[in-house]
Each structure stands twice: as structure tokens, then as C-alpha cells.
């Protein structure tokens, strides 16, 4: 994201953009990388209540994916996905592999 | 579980209906359980909403100037005063909506940390709870200052490896039990106070919404694993804290103007403490030989609190 100059900064120490670190990549950081199975997926949304990162996306009341702009790849929704009949519907994947 | 509230209950569904107040991009480490805590607060409250901010990993790494995670409003505080600042906000706004010029109903929140809280804060938490400010004070508990490099606090468990009481030849890490702060703040007679876990999310959410709507101040603290500083996976705050619940470690509980509920007992299903520390490294020494003693003690003190929680419910439960 392009960094702000001293004459662009808020005064007095103020951010009036609510929620502006939404432009900040933190997708860089994975080494691990969640995908989603979607025929393994009961639609729990356990992935999206407990992720750290707000990285899992939902339209319409169900999960759709991944935000990998953000994503840390932690693997806290691959360990709580209980998948359908012991089959995950997320695993984490070596990034670049 | 009881609960009293006469709410449809909360489902995940509906919930994805709502924005998320905690935007991406914030820099809390991967798989921390503070932010996801801080996810499942906002999500649980329907009205505007302030938060006041003790230093500490959740304020250092959610808002790094200029930019913010925090889609409310929200003020950075020093380490020790997140409680007098929101009892500030509060009181500003009690006054502006006298005069007129605030015509919303309006909820007021401060977030520290178990150092922020047990600890330094803990001044100006016990005067704002004292005063009975519409507040909530939420800590995030995950029992050591991590922010500097994990050093213990007074919320650190028994027997725990820290920077500042380290296992090795002089002390086999922490030697003192934690102090029960859930409990010194019911003892402060406050309209709410209660523990919550975040892998019970709709518990968790549940008591946001009851100590948001009670009529005086309100207190809970909720028990947020830290990779880094309970040496384990990145992928386990979810399973660890409710590993810490169902050990008994971390009793789900809450104290509504002076009744006293638990609101999951494990019964015959409680399981041993070894289970939720064996997967934490800064409890590897209790099971070098010559420490089996930890262990025991360990596993007594979480009894003890157990089973003197239970006669408090027996006492002053419903
Ligand atoms: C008066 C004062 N002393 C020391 C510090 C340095 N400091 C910043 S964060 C922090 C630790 C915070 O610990 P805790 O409240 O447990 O939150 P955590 O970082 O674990 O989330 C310390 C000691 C400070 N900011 N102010
Ligand atoms: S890997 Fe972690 S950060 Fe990525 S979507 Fe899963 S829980 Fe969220
Ligand atoms: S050090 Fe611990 S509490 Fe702080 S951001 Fe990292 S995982 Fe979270």
C-alpha cells in the first residue's frame, strides 16, 4: 500500500478512516495456505467466527472462500472445519508448492 | 448451559449479516486469540459502540498510526488507564446527552490485557466499577505481558515458564497461583461480571449482550490463547481454549447482580489439567522427572477454585 506523506498524515494524532488497515497486506506473511473443499463443507461457518484475521469470506449467509490479501494462514479454521463425515473442508497447503 | 435471556438466540448465519468492526490487515501475530475475541465482541452488540484501549498487543498491533483496524470509534490509552479513559467517554457523554446533543443510546467498552488489567490497570479499573460507570470492561486474558516479551503477570498460571520467572535450576517457573480477578470484581458488587471462552462463541456473544443492557457496570474476563507466549501452534488458540474450559481451568461463569451461574459444568467430564498444558511449552519442565510435584499441585489448585465456584453457585446461585 502506498505510505501516506507528511503533508497527507491526519492531524492531532487522529485516523478518520475507520478500518484503513484493510489496505495493508498481511498475506505476505503465510507459509501455509488454507483451501476450501466446498463438496466436504456443511456451511458451519466455524472458519469464519474464529478466524483471527476476518479472512474468511461469506455472501448470502455462506461461506465462499478465502480473503488471501489478509489471510496469515495460521490453519485455526483448518483445525476447527469439522468437514463432512471426517473430511475437512479446509486444508492448509505449502505456500509455492 | 443457562441463560436467562429471552433473545432469539444468535446464529451464525444471521451474524454473517453484520459488518465485521475488526477490519484485515491488523497485525496481531497469526492465529492469535485476542483479535478473534475482539471479532465475536463487536459482532454481539447492536447499538454505536467506543472502545478505549490499554497498551498492550491487541492496541499496539490494531492501530499503527495512520492506520486502523477498529471500524468504531476508538482511543488509545496508556498501559494503566483504559478503565479511566472510557469512564471519561462515558461520563462526557451522559452529560452531552442531558444537554441534548447525543440522542442515541450508546455503549461504552474498554479492552486490556491480563498485564493492563490484573496489574497495572487495575487502579483505575476498580475506581471506574466503584463509581458504576455504564461500562464494560473486558480483559483478554492470555496470562503474561506479551506484548514486551512475555513476563509474568499476577494472571500468569502456576508453574509457567516467563521471561521474568524462568524454568531452570533456581525456580521451576511460576511459583504463585493466579489471582482470581473475575471474582475481585463480583466482590466490587458490579451489575455484570463473567467469564466467557471464545470457542463458545455464543456464549460468549450472550454475556456481551447481558452486560451491555445491565444497569451499572460490568466486567468479564475472556481467555485468549497466545501462540507465542504458550509456545504452541499457530493453528490451536480455538482448541486451547476450550481445552482451558473443559479442564476446569477457565470455568464458564457469570455473576448478575450477585447470582452466581456456571454456565458449563463438565460433571464426570472433566477432564485432567495435563490435557490443556501438555501442548504448551511453557509448561515442559512439569513433566521433567523431579516435577511430578507441579503437577499434582497444578491439578489441585484448578480443584480447589472448582470446587469453591461451585458452593459460591450453591450459595448465591438461583
Ligand atoms: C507505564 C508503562 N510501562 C510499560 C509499558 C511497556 N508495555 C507496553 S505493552 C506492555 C505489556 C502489555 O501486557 P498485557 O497487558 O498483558 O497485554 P498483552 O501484550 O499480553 O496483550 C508493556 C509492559 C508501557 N507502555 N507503559
Ligand atoms: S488460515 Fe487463519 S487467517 Fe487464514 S482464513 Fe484460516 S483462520 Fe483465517
Ligand atoms: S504476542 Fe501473543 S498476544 Fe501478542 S499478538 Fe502475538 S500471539 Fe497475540
Redesign the interface.
Known amino acids: 500500500m502506498k505510505q ?1 506523506n507528511w503533508k497527507e ?2 492531524h492531532a ?1 487522529t ?1 478518520l ?10 498475506g505476505s ?2 507459509s501455509f495456505k488454507p483451501r476450501w473443499i466446498e463438496e466436504n463443507c456443511i456451511q ?3 472458519c ?8 474468511v469470506t ?1 455472501k448470502d ?2 461461506m465462499t472462500g478465502f ?1 488471501y ?8 479454521c ?3 472445519c469439522p468437514g463432512k463425515k471426517g473430511n475437512k473442508a479446509i486444508v ?1 497447503e505449502e505456500e509455492g508448492k | 448451559m443457562s441463560t436467562t435471556t429471552k433473545e432469539k438466540p444468535v446464529t ?6 453484520k459488518q ?17 475475541v475482539v ?2 465482541v463487536l459482532l454481539a452488540i447492536d447499538e454505536p459502540v467506543v472502545i478505549s484501549n490499554a497498551t498492550g498487543c491487541l492496541e499496539v498491533s ?12 476508538w482511543m ?1 490509552s496508556a498501559f494503566e488507564n483504559a478503565a479511566a479513559t472510557a469512564s471519561g467517554i462515558e461520563t462526557m457523554y451522559r452529560a452531552l446527552r442531558k444537554k441534548g446533543k447525543i440522542k442515541k443510546n450508546m455503549k461504552f467498552i474498554a479492552f486490556g490485557g491480563d498485564g493492563g488489567t490484573y496489574d497495572i490497570g487495575f487502579q483505575a479499573l476498580s475506581g471506574a466499577m466503584e463509581r458504576g460507570h455504564q461500562l464494560l470492561y473486558i480483559c483478554y486474558d492470555n496470562g503474561a505481558y506479551m506484548n514486551t516479551g512475555i513476563q509474568r503477570s499476577s494472571a500468569t498460571p502456576f508453574g509457567a515458564n516467563t521471561t521474568t520467572c524462568p524454568a531452570g535450576s533456581k525456580i521451576p517457573g511460576k511459583l504463585q497461583k493466579r489471582k482470581d480477578l473475575t471474582r475481585i470484581m463480583a466482590a466490587h458488587n458490579v451489575a455484570y461480571a463473567a467469564q466467557a471462552s ?1 470457542h463458545n ?1 455464543r456464549d460468549l456473544m450472550t454475556k456481551v449482550k447481558k452486560a451491555l443492557a445491565s444497569d451499572g457496570p460490568a466486567y468479564m474476563g475472556i481467555v485468549a490463547p497466545c501462540n507465542r507466549g504458550w509456545r504452541t ?7 486451547l481454549s476450550r481445552l482451558a474450559v473443559e479442564t476446569c481451568y477457565w470455568p464458564l461463569y457469570e455473576v448478575e447482580n450477585g447470582t452466581w451461574t456456571i454456565n458449563y459444568d463438565p460433571k464426570d467430564k472433566k477432564k485432567p489439567i495435563t490435557e490443556w498444558i501438555k501442548p504448551q511449552g511453557r509448561f515442559k519442565h512439569l513433566f521433567a522427572p523431579g516435577n511430578e510435584w507441579m503437577l499434582e499441585k497444578f491439578q489441585q489448585i484448578v480443584d480447589e477454585d472448582w470446587e469453591s465456584l461451585k458452593k459460591l453457585q450453591g450459595t448465591f446461585g438461583r
Open positions: 501516506m498524515l491526519p494524532g485516523i478512516d475507520a478500518g484503513n488497515a484493510d489496505g495493508y497486506e498481511t506473511w503465510r458451519c461457518l466455524f469464519w467466527i474464529y478466524c483471527p484475521d476476518t479472512s461469506v449467509e455462506k480473503d490479501k489478509h489471510c496469515k494462514g495460521c490453519g485455526v483448518a483445525v476447527e492448509m | 451464525l448465519k444471521t451474524l454473517t449479516n465485521d468492526l475488526l477490519s484485515g490487515g491488523h497485525r496481531m501475530c497469526a492465529g492469535c486469540g485476542a483479535p478473534t471479532r465475536q490494531t492501530c499503527l498510526f495512520p492506520y486502523t483496524a477498529w471500524r468504531v470509534p488509545h471464545p462463541w501452534q499457530t493453528d490451536d488458540s480455538i482448541l
